[in-house]
T-cell receptor, first 114, second 115 residues
Framework: QKEVEQNSGPLSVPEGAIASLNCTYSDRVSQSFFWYRQYSGKSPELIMSIYSNGDKEDGRFTAQLNKASQYVSLLIRDSQPSDSATYLCAVTPGGSGNTGKLIFGQGTTLQVKP | ETGVTQTPRHLVMGMTNKKSLKCEQHLGHNAMYWYKQSAKKPLELMFVYNFKEQTENNSVPSRFSPECPNSSHLFLHLHTLQPEDSALYLC??????????????FGEGSWLTVV
């Protein structure tokens, strides 16, 4: 069973702090990794995508990928109350060809307190 | 405005009803998807269509019947559903394979309640 695992939280951080969200995956040949943000009652929206080992930065967000450890993380710097949401980790399983399907984790709920 | 539009946004149906969910994407994408999101569970892929052809059926019960008349439209026909089918149904689209760097974009979802 190919799985993507996340701590469901909630993860609570004070405003201005760094929030660190973690995700592990079981399919060693996964190639594409995504972080989606989902506000309560809304659909997921893409925050970051990462395909190679290392760090990728976009504004206050940094995605980190370590394929050897099968680990992907999302760092949110200077956390704001508006960042409070559920963050979904998603992985393209190996051999998915052209379907583009994603396997999702159950999400980590982040609470940023003023 | 996400470029992927779903209707209706909310639907309440009885177990003997027949209803349909509609999805339309305005992004020029070639692939469309149905996902199901239930409380406390990860997003589950249901169906994948590439260039109108179904390429994935993730062991979905036959009471869910997808239809893709063209690359821009996707339907999910619902018949004799069970209360446990109550969930958020999300339509999504992508240009092609995510391995090639293409991203999946979601619609706002259709909240389904089966009574």
């Amino acid at each position: 069973q190919k799985e993507v695992e996340q701590n469901s939280g909630p993860l609570s951080v004070p405003e201005g702090a760094i929030a660190s969200l973690n995700c592990t995956y079981s399919d060693r040949v996964s190639q594409s990794f995504f972080w989606y943000r989902q506000y309560s009652g809304k659909s997921p929206e893409l925050i970051m995508s990462i395909y190679s080992n290392g760090d990728k930065e976009d504004g206050r967000f940094t995605a980190q990928l370590n394929k050897a450890s099968q680990y992907v993380s999302l760092l949110i710097r200077d956390s704001q109350p508006s960042d409070s949401a559920t963050y979904l980790c998603a992985v393209t399983p190996g051999g998915s060809g052209n379907t583009g399907k994603l396997i999702f984790g159950q999400g980590t709920t982040l609470q940023v307190k003023p | 405005e996400t470029g992927v539009t779903q209707t209706p946004r909310h639907l309440v149906m009885g177990m003997t009803n027949k209803k349909s969910l509609k999805c339309e994407q305005h992004l020029g994408h070639n692939a469309m998807y149905w996902y199901k999101q239930s409380a406390k569970k990860p997003l589950e892929l249901m169906f994948v269509y590439n260039f109108k052809e179904q390429t994935e059926n993730n062991s979905v019960p036959s009471r869910f019947s997808p239809e893709c008349p063209n690359s821009s439209h996707l339907f999910l026909h619902l018949h004799t559903l069970q209360p446990e089918d109550s969930a958020l149904y999300l339509c999504a689209s992508s240009q092609g394979s995510t391995v090639s760097g293409n991203t999946i974009y979601f619609g706002e979802g259709s909240w389904l309640t089966v009574v």
